[in-house]
């Protein structure tokens, strides 16, 4: 699954996007994307499937789904 | 007005005009325009905003917070633009315009617009400063 | 030009570029037909390809470039992408099932590719087992003729209990007939753990099974490969994952067939790149994303252990 990155994420992680396999949850997906990138633990996100924001670490994700990684918003 | 000004003024004519209907109880158009500030950063100053979306989420997001502007406060018609990419000190980043019977909810509509948009909707904005640098910004 | 080297300070000398995911074959153990094959417009073009590998070279001194796929024969203008690569100074290499060889041994002899062939059994009915293929008569028929074209060829066998276990010294007689190397594989953990317990043997049963014909010198350490010498003068190596992982030496980085970076086997990560060469070739961005990405390979299967995320359809092995 497609895993996109935005704002100060993009630029810590080098790119805007990565793919992950073999993760079942969102909580798998925190656990694993902390341990690979170290500095994601200091940063503030919220994360979307599908174009939502998904509050629940359960959340199961499915090979297909579109998830990323938002740092507070700053539009407007 | 000269060149890029006119043109973009003709853009937010357009965009203004888009909510303008024939419509017997519409008595106000209200229109606001976020504009880029040349904000003070340590001993430079802001001198562009590089605006990054997920695109896909902020157009549907945009559309949302439209729908429940229109309902919340009656509203004829809203319309919101948000620039994407460069946009320099004085530009304008954020269209809203809206349409209503009167101008009360009209404002209270466009008060509340901004404010959805800068909670909900997946853009975020790097200051580029004069002397080169910059930083990823956040809302307050 | 800067070598890259990844957190650990392996240095990468080493591309793996799968250029298709499509195969002729169905070896049960790759597990083909659990994936869609990818459309089309998501495979790196024969320009990409090369802009690619052309990059890795001047930018970062990578030495060797390896083709793999699925099936690496099976993509068209393979030769083209070959004549382009030749003149960059790099060793090239390629693995294939050996189904459509014949039609390269001259050019691959001519543009100095390397070979590796991969054989599992010299058993027809074993090999439409292992692959639901009836070519292998034509596999070895290529084997003996590429060996004999003065081709660098080298086998490839992944060794499988119960049912090649009992070919291995024919596999050996057969690669020192005609002059080549044999290398076993020891059965990685692609699949699930159940298949992978059936299945798999251990480097040290092997040996012992040669053992019992042969007797064994250690001759070297290829870096992926601990290769012997036969008292007849034949050549075996050994390439175990499992029981003795060379992830300490790797210095391969792999390159999927739509374009993205895999930095071990094992890993759960891939990198996109085709953001970086579509819609047009951001070159020095391209650059800093690699620089930047290799730092993040893990250490390997000695830490990852268990089933590693790709498919082998579009990474080679």
Redesign the interface.
């Known amino acids: 699954m497609r895993v996109l990155l935005f704002g100060k994420l993009k630029d810590i992680i080098g790119t805007n996007s990565i793919e992950v396999r073999g993760l079942k949850r969102i909580s798998d997906l925190k656990e694993f994307l902390f341990q690979k990138f170290p500095e994601l633990k200091n940063q503030t996100f919220s994360i979307s499937v599908n174009f939502e924001i998904v509050l629940e670490e359960d959340l199961e994700i499915k090979e297909n789904d579109e998830i990323a990684l938002l740092p507070p918003i700053s539009g407007g | 007005m000269k060149g890029k000004k006119f043109r973009e003024y003709l853009v937010y004519g357009k965009i203004k005009n888009s909510v303008r209907k024939h419509c017997l109880n519409c008595g106000a158009i209200i229109t606001f325009e976020g504009v880029v500030r040349g904000d003070k950063v340590g001993n430079s100053r802001v001198k562009k905003i590089k605006y990054e979306s997920y695109e896909q989420m902020a157009e549907k997001e945009i559309d949302k917070i439209r729908r429940e502007a229109i309902e919340k406060f009656k509203l004829h018609d809203a319309v919101i633009k948000h620039r994407i990419g460069e946009v320099k000190v004085g530009e304008t980043a954020l269209f809203v315009a809206v349409l209503s019977e009167h101008r009360k909810e009209g404002f209270k509509a466009i008060d509340y617009i901004v404010d959805e948009v800068k909670k909900k909707v997946p853009i975020w904005k790097k200051e580029i400063l004069e002397n080169k640098q910059s930083r990823w910004k956040e809302n307050d | 030009m800067k070598f890259l080297k990844d957190g650990y300070g392996r240095r990468f000398d080493y591309i793996r570029i799968s250029l298709t995911d499509r195969c002729n074959l169905g070896c049960f153990y790759c597990k083909k037909s659990l994936f869609k094959p990818l459309p089309r417009s998501e495979i790196l073009t024969l320009e990409e390809i090369t802009f690619l590998v052309s990059v890795f070279r001047e930018q970062f001194g990578i030495q060797k470039v390896r083709l793999t796929g699925g099936e690496p024969l099976l993509r068209k203008e393979i030769n083209k992408l070959i004549e382009n690569i030749s003149g960059m100074n790099v060793k090239i290499k390629i693995t294939t099932n050996g189904v459509f060889l014949d039609n390269f041994i001259e050019f691959f002899k001519e543009k100095k590719v390397s070979v590796n062939v991969s054989l599992d059994t010299l058993n027809e009915e074993k090999f439409f087992k292992i692959s639901g293929d009836r070519n292998l008569k034509k596999v070895i028929d290529n084997i003996q003729r590429c060996a004999s074209s003065g081709i660098n060829l080298k086998i490839n066998t992944v060794a499988l209990r119960g049912i090649n276990d009992d070919e291995i010294l024919n596999l050996i007689n057969f690669s020192n007939s005609i002059g080549t190397e044999i290398r076993f594989i020891e059965f990685m953990p692609f699949v699930d753990p159940e298949t992978w317990r059936t299945y798999f043997i251990p480097e040290e049963e092997i040996k012992r099974k040669i053992l019992e014909k042969f007797s064994m010198r250690f001759l070297e350490d290829s870096g992926t490969a601990y290769v012997y010498k036969l008292d007849n003068g034949g050549r075996v190596g050994f390439i175990s994952t499992v029981s003795r992982p060379f992830c300490d030496s790797c210095s391969r980085l792999r390159i999927t067939a739509d374009g ?1 970076i895999v930095l071990c086997m094992f890993d ?5 790149l085709m ?1 970086f060469l579509r819609p047009n070739i951001r070159e020095s961005d391209l650059i ?2 690699i620089t ?2 290799v730092k ?1 390979k893990p250490r390997g299967f000695i830490e990852l252990k268990g ?1 590693p ?2 498919e082998m359809t579009r990474l080679g092995g």
């Open positions: 993205k759960k990560v891939s990198y996109p953001d800093d994303f930047k990405v993040n089933e995320a790709f």
